[in-house]
């Protein structure tokens, strides 16, 4: 799958590619509040992706649309009837300049041109203050803490609590 989203491209991953994902997941700031662990080597992103192909969820590569070959981000989603969940990882570099915002707003309104979709959302830990304001400046609203409810190996062995955010059609 390929689509343009504004000045971004999102597209399939291939495990050819995993150098360019392992600058985004070996990087102990930008994998911080992900779901496993800074990877050390190439190999683990390679996994990783093979991870993704295998996955009920939906991984894309998001690239600048006049280079696609360089990996930016990753946005994951999995659509479940009427609703879209939605994760994102933006290299550290791209995140500084507002990429994940610049991107996400897009990609949300990108989401609702599937007529099925009537709700799109996404939670992030409650401590990683960057992602709560991007979803905020994205429209995404607040709906609550969730507590003991995902796992940040980054940061604890336990599961941790996150703040679950949501756009439904018509507020994007």
């Known amino acids: 799958m390929t689509a343009t989203l504004g000045r971004f491209l999102i597209r399939d991953v291939a495990p050819w590619e995993a ?14 509040y992900m779901g496993f662990r800074t990877h050390k080597t190439v190999n683990e992103a390679t996994a990783l992706i093979m991870q993704w192909h295998s996955s009920s969820s939906k991984f894309q590569a998001v690239c600048d649309a006049s280079n ?7 946005i994951g989603f999995e659509v479940q009837a009427y609703k879209a969940a939605m994760t994102i990882m933006f290299r550290r570099d791209w995140k500084a300049r507002g990429g994940g915002r610049e991107f996400s707003v897009p990609f949300v309104h990108w989401i609702f041109t599937h007529p099925q979709i009537w709700r ?15 979803l905020e400046r994205m429209g995404a609203h607040y709906e609550g803490t969730l507590r003991r409810f995902e796992m940040f190996p980054n ?6 609590d996150v703040r679950l955010y949501s756009i439904v059609r018509g507020e994007e």
């Not at 150098?19 to 911080?32: H, I, K």
């Not at 940061?155 to 941790?160: A, E, G, L």
């Open 19 to 32: 150098a360019g994902v392992f600058a985004l997941t070996g990087d102990e700031v930008t994998t911080r």
């Open 155 to 160: 940061v604890s062995d336990r599961p941790c």
């Open 120 to 134: 799109v959302s996404a939670f992030c830990h409650v401590d990683n203050f960057p992602v709560r304001r991007v």
């Open 68 to 74: 696609p070959a360089d990996i930016l981000g990753i």
